[in-house]
């Protein structure tokens, strides 16, 4: 008999909402189906840059992680129709990130190094999340639990490094850690039972880690992905906020 799902603690609390950023991705769609299944009586709400036939996304919730004004439009959206229905924002995950486009992808070298690269690098995984946290961390409950994820990766370690190469991914997923562990000491003063971490969710079968996968490495579906990372997350408590874990709950060196 395979054990039931772990679930989390903040979305069993009545009239809570689950918020999942990049949603329409591979890893973000299985993460919003599984804490649908998990929570039914939660609320999760998907958010992407365009809009979906079905589900749970709205024009006024789209979010462009390169434009702050969507940002804190969605945020507006969000609080009021919180504030309406008597809901809570409880939990808040990013699934978002960016390797590679257009022929573009993670240098070798620093012969490869390219300003437009690092700057798309930068603006989608470190400085997208944190204009987030600018605005919707004031948006999550005051009391009670409450959970912030932000999908990073192992590459992002700077311990960890040994390989070199992938000067962007790596540098723009370090400064998200970076972010996450710094918003995670403010989010504790405003909610002592808050718990905000950084998450590695190893190697997915999507677009964005296709071109990448080696042979040996374990790739699962975004489905079993989610489900590792969802029953990682919620073995959390407060004790553990501000720190780096990978889906199978193990800690990642900074």
Request: hydrophobic share 45%.
């Amino acid at each position: 008999m395979n054990a039931p799902a772990a679930t989390w603690p903040a979305l069993d609390v009545s009239g809570a909402v689950a918020l999942v950023v990049g949603g329409q991705g591979g890893v973000g769609s299985a993460l919003a189906a599984g804490l649908s299944a998990r929570h039914p009586q939660a609320e999760v709400l998907v958010s992407g840059r365009r809009r979906l036939d079905a589900g749970g996304l709205t024009d006024d919730l789209l979010i462009d992680l390169q434009d702050e004004a969507s940002i804190e439009a969605a945020a507006r959206t969000l609080a009021s129709r919180c504030a309406a229905q008597g809901q809570s924002l409880r939990a808040l995950v990013v699934a978002t990130g960016f390797l590679h486009s257009q022929g573009r992808g993670p240098e070798r070298s620093w012969r490869q190094l390219d300003a437009a690269y690092l700057q798309q690098a930068f603006a989608v995984n470190a400085i997208g999340p944190a204009l987030l946290v600018k605005h919707f961390f004031p948006l999550l409950a005051r009391s009670g639990p409450v959970l912030a994820a932000f999908l990073s990766a192992r590459v992002g370690s700077i311990e960890d490094n040994a390989l070199g190469g992938w000067y962007g991914y790596r540098a723009s997923k370090a400064a998200l850690n970076q972010l996450v562990r710094t918003s995670a000491i403010e989010l504790r003063r405003h909610n002592r039972e808050a718990v905000c971490v950084a998450l590695h969710p190893g190697t997915v079968d999507t677009g964005l880690s296709q071109p990448f996968a080696k042979q040996g490495l374990r790739v699962r579906s975004p489905e079993v992905a989610a489900a590792e990372m969802l029953d990682a997350l919620a073995g959390l408590g407060p004790a553990d906020s501000a720190g780096f874990r990978a889906y199978d709950g193990s800690t990642v060196p900074w």
